[in-house]
């Protein structure tokens, strides 16, 4: 298991809630999570463009942030479910409003991105 070697600052509730949330599926997770998605693979179904391995990594960083809780059933083979904790649970209206943010402004973060993408593309031909 990787362990850091610069312990990281935590100085202010920015600094917190990135290293939480740090992740480029963890928002999801939490949110599939909410919505009742609680089975590995129908995250995965959720979530086709993370690998397996990466959803598992998230997962197990954010049950060790006490946001979501594991529960192993003893069966065979074995089924796994994720929960939301209270904790994780006071997530959801954040996330909620950071999405809504984002549908108002979808037009406007959509040519940014693609701006980025189609600019970085011309570069690399440019160069080659």
């Known amino acids: 298991m990787y362990k850091r070697k610069i312990i990281p600052n935590l100085n202010c509730g920015l600094d917190l809630i990135g290293e939480v949330l740090y992740g480029k599926w963890k928002i999801r997770l939490l949110w599939f999570i909410n919505e009742g998605h609680k089975r590995p693979s129908e995250l995965q179904r959720k979530i086709p463009d993370a690998s397996r391995r990466v959803l598992n990594i998230q997962l197990k960083e954010l049950e060790e942030h006490e946001l979501v809780t594991r529960i192993i059933y003893p069966v065979v083979p074995p089924k796994v479910e994720y929960n939301l904790t ?35 593309d011309l570069d690399d031909t440019l160069i080659s």
């Open 86 to 120: 209270e904790f994780g649970k006071t997530l959801i209206p954040v996330i909620a409003t950071l999405g809504q943010w984002s549908d108002e402004h979808e037009d406007r973060l959509r040519d940014v991105i693609l701006k980025q993408v189609v600019g970085s």
